[in-house]
């Protein structure tokens, strides 16, 4: 392992920054008491005349990324939590989110919970801890509280909920399909070909999704002259 410099508090092979003030330049640097005895690194002697950005390609210098974040407040990253990657619903959305992420200058962080709330939290968590710029959920569809949703969001990370949605969250960006609709326009193209025993399956009510479907498909039974038939109404948390 390397020594550490008693300066900067970092590996002394890390010393690119300092070869190339070396290069071009004379300044000094040194370590100042500032108010409550707080140090500051004071640099001194710097000329801004010299093309930096030049002179650190012409030797190679690689940014260190948690720097620039912590300059820029950004870390050009966005998270994503799915339930699972393996409908190809979800590895479709990912490839879409990632290569638009990239296009615009964006790296993107893939993790699933497999519909486990705890792992979902966890997730949520971490993603937060790296200093992420936005959270893309699709959230589980076992959970119940929605505090740790709405704690991040309060912290002003921005969180887009993307087709499991919910109205007990806060301030998130939402997308979904347009379930109702859909659900609406299929079961009256099965009540017009001349079905009449339709039976409805869906996942737990406690997303805005299946709620939807059930209003699609209660309304198109509701208009027709078909009888709506409790029996045949099957709700399942194991559904989407």
């Given at each position: 392992m390397s020594d550490i410099d008693p300066l900067t508090g970092l590996p002394k092979d890390?010393?690119?920054i300092e070869n190339i003030s070396k290069e071009k330049q004379s300044i000094r640097i040194r370590v100042d008491r500032r108010r409550f005895g707080k140090a500051m690194t004071v640099i001194e002697g710097f000329d801004s005349s010299v093309d930096v950005k030049a002179l650190a390609k012409e030797l190679d210098f690689i940014p260190n990324d948690i720097?620039?974040?912590?300059?820029?407040?950004?870390?050009?990253?966005?998270?994503?939590?799915?339930p699972s990657i393996v409908h190809w619903f979800f590895s479709g959305l990912f490839e879409q989110i990632k290569n638009e992420a990239l296009k615009n200058g964006y790296l993107t962080i893939l993790l699933t919970s497999n519909d486990n709330v705890q792992t979902e939290n966890s997730h949520l968590n971490y993603l937060v801890k790296r200093s992420i710029d936005g959270i893309i959920l699709s959230m589980s569809d076992n959970r119940r509280d929605f505090n740790e949703i709405n704690k991040i969001r309060d912290s002003g990370v921005p969180v887009l909920e993307l087709d499991k949605t919910s109205k007990l969250t806060k301030n998130c960006s939402k997308v979904s399909v347009n379930d109702k609709e859909s659900v609406f326009d299929a079961t009256n193209r099965l009540?017009?070909?001349g079905k009449?025993?339709?039976?409805?399956?869906?996942?737990?009510?406690?997303?805005?999704?299946?709620?939807?479907?059930?209003i699609g498909y209660k309304m198109a039974i509701d208009q027709s002259s078909v009888k709506f038939d409790q029996s045949l109404d099957r709700k399942s948390t194991r559904l989407n």
């Amino acid at each position: 392992m390397s020594d550490i410099d008693p300066l900067t508090g970092l590996p002394k092979d890390l010393g690119t920054i300092e070869n190339i003030s070396k290069e071009k330049q004379s300044i000094r640097i040194r370590v100042d008491r500032r108010r409550f005895g707080k140090a500051m690194t004071v640099i001194e002697g710097f000329d801004s005349s010299v093309d930096v950005k030049a002179l650190a390609k012409e030797l190679d210098f690689i940014p260190n990324d948690i720097a620039v974040s912590l300059k820029t407040k950004s870390s050009k990253t966005i998270g994503v939590i799915f339930p699972s990657i393996v409908h190809w619903f979800f590895s479709g959305l990912f490839e879409q989110i990632k290569n638009e992420a990239l296009k615009n200058g964006y790296l993107t962080i893939l993790l699933t919970s497999n519909d486990n709330v705890q792992t979902e939290n966890s997730h949520l968590n971490y993603l937060v801890k790296r200093s992420i710029d936005g959270i893309i959920l699709s959230m589980s569809d076992n959970r119940r509280d929605f505090n740790e949703i709405n704690k991040i969001r309060d912290s002003g990370v921005p969180v887009l909920e993307l087709d499991k949605t919910s109205k007990l969250t806060k301030n998130c960006s939402k997308v979904s399909v347009n379930d109702k609709e859909s659900v609406f326009d299929a079961t009256n193209r099965l009540i017009d070909s001349g079905k009449n025993k339709i039976a409805f399956f869906s996942g737990s009510l406690n997303r805005q999704n299946a709620v939807d479907k059930f209003i699609g498909y209660k309304m198109a039974i509701d208009q027709s002259s078909v009888k709506f038939d409790q029996s045949l109404d099957r709700k399942s948390t194991r559904l989407n």
